[in-house]
């Protein structure tokens, strides 16, 4: 079992920049991918990148892409999502997610959920 923990959101104007974090405690954090989703109300999750086990690949939704960067340090067992230039369109609950096994950009592909974190990003 993997036990993660968001942090890092909050309330930021458009153009700000915010970093989440995801904490992972039970078992070791680094063979497994990392990713990052969000839920904005009234909607369905949505993926927003994922990070490969060792870091040396990463994939991002395209709306995010060139704005959000995911990474992780495997000896802290957290990974992160710096969130830069964000949009009101970016407003959602973000979820960090573990699987382990090959990459997916889909939530029914990960095992391990945090509770999320609410990001708002005011116009």
């Known amino acids: 079992q993997v036990q993660l923990v968001e942090s890092g959101g909050g309330l930021v104007q458009a153009g700000g920049s915010l970093r989440l974090s995801c904490a992972a405690s039970?078992?070791?954090?680094?063979?497994?991918?990392m990713g990052w989703f969000r839920q904005a109300a009234g909607k369905e999750r949505e993926f927003v990148a994922r990070?490969?086990?060792?870091?040396?690949?990463?994939y991002y939704a395209d709306s995010v892409k060139g704005r959000f960067t995911i990474s992780r340090d495997n000896a802290k067992n957290t990974g992160y999502l710096q969130m830069n230039s964000l949009k009101p369109e970016d407003t959602a609950v973000y979820y960090c997610?573990?699987?382990?096994?090959?990459?997916?950009?889909?939530?029914?592909?990960?095992?391990?959920w945090g509770q999320g974190t609410q990001v708002t990003v005011s116009s």
């Open positions: 990070i490969s086990w060792n870091g040396d690949s990463t």
């Open positions: 039970g078992r070791t954090f680094s063979p497994y991918i």
């Open positions: 997610a573990a699987r382990y096994g090959g990459y997916s950009v889909t939530p029914s592909g990960y095992n391990y």
